[in-house]
């Protein structure tokens, strides 16, 4: 059974930052591509950020392009995504996903991590 649990979301002020972690179980971590998408109020879901299984290629949406860094540890099943520099349009429900599983199978991504930026 894929389980996905993210945490590390809350409450930030325009400028702050925020570390997401993503624990994962019921598979082979570091086998697998992973990433982190977004979705905010009354939008579709968003792709944010990819990696592959050794960690030594990323990716970025434009739009977090020199603000976010993701990163795995293999060892400790768990990706992460540090948020710097954060905007009120970064505002959204936070998911981590395999990448093979992004966007249609949506039930594997976990329940989120809510980031909130105010202004």
């Known amino acids: 059974e894929v389980q996905l649990v993210e945490s590390g979301g809350g409450m930030v002020q325009l400028g702050g930052s925020l570390r997401l972690s993503c624990a994962a179980s019921?598979?082979?971590?570091?086998?697998?591509?992973m990433c982190w998408v977004r979705q905010a109020p009354g939008k579709g879901p968003e792709w944010v950020s990819g990696?592959?299984?050794?960690?030594?290629?990323?990716y970025y949406a434009e739009s977090v392009k020199g603000r976010f860094t993701i990163s795995r540890d293999n060892a400790k099943n768990t990706l992460y995504l540090q948020m710097n520099s954060l905007k009120p349009e970064d505002t959204a429900l936070y998911y981590c996903?395999?990448?093979?599983?992004?966007?249609?199978?949506?039930?594997?991504w976990g329940q989120g991590t809510q980031v909130t930026v105010s202004s």
């Open positions: 990696i592959n299984p050794s960690g030594g290629y990323t």
């Open positions: 019921g598979f082979t971590f570091g086998n697998y591509d």
């Open positions: 996903s395999r990448s093979s599983d992004y966007p249609y199978r949506r039930d594997y």
